[in-house]
């Protein structure tokens, strides 16, 4: 495809629900990363995929949080026993190998009542 | 303190007006991003520098990496400028973004 896609775009749940969300990265982009977006907080760092390697998952807020990449291109972010606090938008983007510039994806936004 | 600090938060200028957002970061860092978000949420990458001046359009960004700060300037502000303008910094081997709060620009006509 053309660029990042994501899915949902929206996401509506239930406090203590699991959710999966999905993240199709550009072609041929080896790197990929998870962003939050939380209201009046900024972006922030989740995990980041290069390749084969193991993933860097430093920016994960807790071990309800987890995130896998099949066959070094599909990512799926996955929260489990959803927060309220968990309401956010979840951004992910890629980039080439070896260059700077990453592109992100439109996002889901996600609501824990 | 921030590693990316942004000003102003907040910023509302006349068509045609030209426009500056300032950045400074604490950290080493391999890159500086400026990053575009419109209303509902697409982040759309503006530049990305390591050293010097960039010119794409009405858009200019500079950095200067001794003072660790970085400036993106508007000249000829339109209405369609008005966005939110995010300095991110790359830092270490996997590039992973830190993010400045952000700057919310309103041009009016």
């Known amino acids: 495809g053309a660029g990042v896609s994501q899915s949902p775009s929206n996401k509506v749940t239930e406090k203590g629900k699991d959710v999966e969300l999905r993240c199709d990265p550009i072609?041929?982009?080896?790197?990929l990363y998870w962003y939050r977006q939380s209201l009046g907080q900024g972006l922030e760092f989740l995990i980041y995929?290069?390749?084969?390697?193991?993933?860097?998952k430093s920016g994960l807020p807790s071990d309800r949080f987890s995130a896998e990449r099949t066959g070094g291109s599909v990512s799926t972010l996955t929260i489990q026993r959803t927060q309220q606090e968990d309401s956010a938008v979840y951004l992910c983007?890629?980039?080439?190998?070896?260059?700077?510039?990453?592109?992100f994806g439109p996002g889901t936004r996600l609501l824990v009542l | 303190k921030n590693e990316v600090e942004q000003s102003p938060q907040n910023l509302t200028a006349q068509e045609g007006e030209f426009i500056t957002i300032n950045c400074s970061y604490s950290?080493?860092?391999?890159?500086l991003h400026w990053l575009q978000q419109h209303p509902g949420g697409g982040i759309v990458s503006l530049f990305m520098?390591?050293?010097g001046k960039k010119k794409h359009g009405r858009l200019i960004a500079t950095i200067n990496i001794q003072e660790k700060h970085s400036s993106l300037h508007i000249t000829a502000s339109h209405p369609r400028d008005s966005a939110v303008y995010i300095c991110?910094?790359?830092?270490?081997?996997?590039?992973?973004?830190?993010f400045g709060e952000g700057t919310q620009l309103t041009v009016n006509p």
């Open positions: 072609s041929g982009h080896t790197a």
């Open positions: 950290v080493g860092i391999s890159a």
């Open positions: 520098l390591s050293s």
């Open positions: 995929f290069q390749g084969n390697s193991a993933p860097d």
């Open positions: 991110a910094v790359s830092i270490g081997s996997s590039s992973r973004l830190t």
């Open positions: 983007a890629s980039r080439r190998q070896g260059i700077e510039t990453q592109y």
